[in-house]
Nanobody, 128 residues
Framework: QVQLVESGGGLVQAGGSLNVSCVGS????????VGWFRRAPGKEREFVAG????????YVADSVKGRFTILGDNAKRTVYLQMDNLRPDDTAVYYCAAAVVTVGWSAWIRSALRSGSWGQGIQVTVSS
């Protein structure tokens, strides 16, 4: 079982930056990749970015590519999401999720949504 705790977030003006963190624990954490999703009001949960502990590779959704960066720190068991040039439509609750490593990020995203471990979520609000 994997446990995830998010921190950071808050309120920022459009064009600003925020960093959110996800600290993982649990015996099986190393078998998982970790990613960020978000849910805006009235919308479906959306994948944002993923990080593989095993390979160090990352995957970032097209909707945030060039503005968001995902980084992992193995020693701290922490995955960071650096969000730059934020826009009002980035406003959402951001969730950290862990799921067992799969072949390909599309499969991992489906696995996370179906049966992953999730943090409690953290609010990010971008004002115009």
């Amino acid at each position: 079982q994997v446990q995830l705790v998010e921190s950071g977030g808050g309120l920022v003006q459009a064009g600003g930056s925020l960093n959110v963190s996800c600290v993982g624990s649990g015996r099986t954490l190393s078998r998982n990749s970790v990613g960020w999703f978000r849910r805006a009001p009235g919308k479906e949960r959306e994948f944002v970015a993923g990080f593989s502990w095993f390979t160090g590779r990352t995957y970032v959704a097209d909707s945030v590519k060039g503005r968001f960066t995902i980084l992992g720190d193995n020693a701290k068991r922490t995955v960071y999401l650096q969000m730059d040039n934020l826009r009002p439509d980035d406003t959402a609750v951001y969730y950290c999720a862990a799921a067992v490593v799969t072949v390909g990020w599309s499969a991992w995203i489906r696995s996370a949504l179906r049966s992953g471990s999730w943090g409690q979520g953290i609010q990010v609000t971008v004002s115009s």
